[in-house]
């Protein structure tokens, strides 16, 4: 945690080591007596300002993501809040109607608010949990970097985070990014905390760190591959750290047990459910959903990849590029980056808190993704000139935010003695700079919520078609349908999935694709799903009542059966 510098008085305020009295500081509830030169934890005091501010700024954000209709613009979004609905909505509630690809945690988070029909219907069932993750996120974000920086800086840092309308957009959606955003941010810090009260022998402090990684480990694990990756780096960062102390290591080792035996769990247990349900460990990398068949059934027919395909140099162009327009107006991302990455050197170089690399993880991870794992990115600024996947790059934010600042800090101390008055003026400079890019950024659309306007023109347009002829449907009526592409439809009509015959519940899905007039009272068939395909080889019974088709979206055919005895839904 030691930064060499000056010699001066503020300069070895700044160098002063985090020992053991600093540590109880910042965890007892008594207000610490506050230097502006000091780097130290935060306390709970100088976190809850920053953690207020964090509250009005989400509900700004949510003020104006709902009263544009900008909650639902992402299909993911819309897909997300029917997999949590469909838990206890469906024909066979329970774990199996999960999935086998998503991970389950930001349904489970989700389940006691979609129930609500109108909050499933308009989207805030999913911005309920991301704002309460984009306002932890923000509070981790300052304590983590607290043990970096000066309070000036470490603010700074928090105000570029806090800020990103990217972020401020995705905290209002049901999108799985603010959620990992602040468990990456959260075990980070306990690794660092973990970390530190190991070299200090603090045995209590290391237990306790440990049993709250194990939790925010597992939670990880359950949101986003990439927190596989993060939970193996984190234990292996924690293992080398108690192996340099083995008086420590002798007191926690039962603890530690515990930590690794939940840590493995975790990925042990997605593949027996992936094995369970779907008789397949690895359904979710090689199943019908998983991003290697996506990517094959969205290939060009001239067969031709994305450029970052089995090509790490063009990943890691992609991945940075989106990750700098993510994070900075117009051209500024490069001077970001730069800046990042010299912090980045200066952490490395003066070993400062180098369990906050961590922040770092997705970057290689990204990388790996774009070129062998069927993750393709498109952006604007390079060819083909279009919108996919840009929100992969807001997992760099933390990272560029804290490390930016760490080199900042390092540039003050430089011209403390021989620039004061370039040094008095850098905090103001730069918070300016801050609010200058926040207000670039959504003049000029950020870069997520442009991919979500683009992308959903044709899809809200078709939903929004097929939910009223949905909704003109006798009350009750059973539907056979495919919900995994437009669930969006009976969202927006209201009706419950539990009226519905779909792939979600595989054996009464499967027997109606056999005998569809004989299982649904409506059948909806949208040109080449499931359904469509059953219609076409067992026609008998149905009736064709309309054909709906919009720009961009295939033909939906609506038929009436004239076999199904009406029932009441289950």
């Not at 008789?279 to 067969?303: C, Q, V, W």
């Not at 490069?334 to 912090?343: C, E, K, T």
């Amino acid at each position: 945690m030691n930064m060499r510098g000056s010699k001066s008085s503020r300069g070895s305020r700044l160098n002063r080591p985090a020992a053991s009295t600093l540590a109880g500081r910042a965890a007892g509830s008594g207000a610490a007596e506050f230097d502006p030169e000091e780097v130290r934890p935060a306390t709970r005091q100088e976190t809850f300002p920053v953690a207020l501010g964090a509250v009005l700024l989400s509900f700004v954000a949510l003020l104006l993501s709902y009263s544009r209709g900008y909650l639902l613009l992402y299909g993911d979004a819309v897909a997300h809040l029917g997999i949590a609905r469909r838990i206890l909505d469906s024909r066979n509630p329970g774990l199996v109607q999960l999935g086998g690809v998503w991970l389950p945690l930001p349904h489970l988070l989700m389940l006691p608010f979609v129930q609500k029909v109108e909050w499933w219907q308009n989207g805030l069932a999913g911005a309920w949990p991301s704002l309460i993750c984009y306002i932890a996120s923000v509070a981790g974000l300052y304590r983590l970097a607290r043990w970096m920086m000066i309070p000036r800086w470490a603010l700074a840092a928090t105000a570029l985070y806090a800020l990103n309308p990217n972020l401020l957009y995705l905290a209002t959606t049901a999108m799985t990014e603010p959620l990992f955003l602040m468990l990456l941010i959260w075990t980070t810090l306990l690794t660092v905390e973990c970390v530190a009260a190991i070299k200090e022998s603090r045995v209590s402090a290391v237990k306790r760190r440990l049993v709250l990684l194990a939790v925010f480990i597992l939670a990880a694990v359950f949101t986003r591959y990439d927190g596989w990756i993060l939970g193996a780096a984190v234990w292996c960062v924690v293992t080398f750290s108690l192996a340099r102390s083995r008086e420590v290591w002798r007191k926690v080792a039962p603890v530690f047990v515990v930590f690794t035996v939940l840590v493995i769990a975790g990925p042990i247990n997605w593949l027996a459910y992936n094995q369970h349900f779907f008789h397949d460990p690895l359904d979710f990398l090689r199943g019908p959903y998983s991003a290697a068949a996506i990517e094959k059934k969205t290939m060009p027919p001239n067969g031709h990849h994305h450029r970052g395909w089995h090509n790490p140099a063009w990943a890691l162009l992609f991945y940075t590029r989106v990750a700098q327009v993510d994070a900075a107006f117009w051209e500024t991302g490069f001077l970001l980056m730069a800046a990042a990455v010299g912090g980045l050197i200066l952490a490395v170089r003066r070993r400062l808190t180098l369990s906050s690399l961590l922040l770092w993880m997705p970057l290689p991870f990204y990388v790996y993704s774009v070129a062998y794992g069927s993750v393709p990115i498109f952006i604007p600024q390079l060819w083909p000139h279009s919108y996919y996947n840009s929100r992969y790059g807001m997992e760099l934010l933390p990272a560029l935010a804290i490390f930016t600042f760490v080199a900042v800090q390092w540039m003050e101390r430089r011209w403390s003695e021989t620039q004061p008055l370039a040094r008095r003026l850098m905090q103001p400079v730069t918070l300016l700079l801050i609010a200058l890019n926040t207000v670039g950024m959504m003049y000029r659309t950020p870069l997520v919520l442009k991919e979500a306007l683009v992308n959903s023109t044709t899809r809200v347009a078709f939903e929004t078609a097929l939910a009223r002829q949905l909704g003109e449907f006798p009350y009750g009526s059973t539907i056979l349908m495919y919900n995994s592409d437009h669930v969006g439809a009976l969202q927006d009509a209201g009706i419950p999935l539990r009226q519905t015959v779909n792939e979600g519940d595989y054996d009464s899905f499967q027997a109606a694709l056999a005998t569809p007039a004989e299982h649904a009272g409506y059948v909806v068939a949208i040109a080449g799903d499931p359904v469509a395909a059953a219609v076409a080889m067992h026609p008998q019974g149905l009736d064709e009542l309309t054909i709906l088709c919009t720009s961009g979206q295939p033909c939906a055919r609506i038929y009436k059966s004239d076999r199904f005895s009406v029932a009441s839904p289950k």
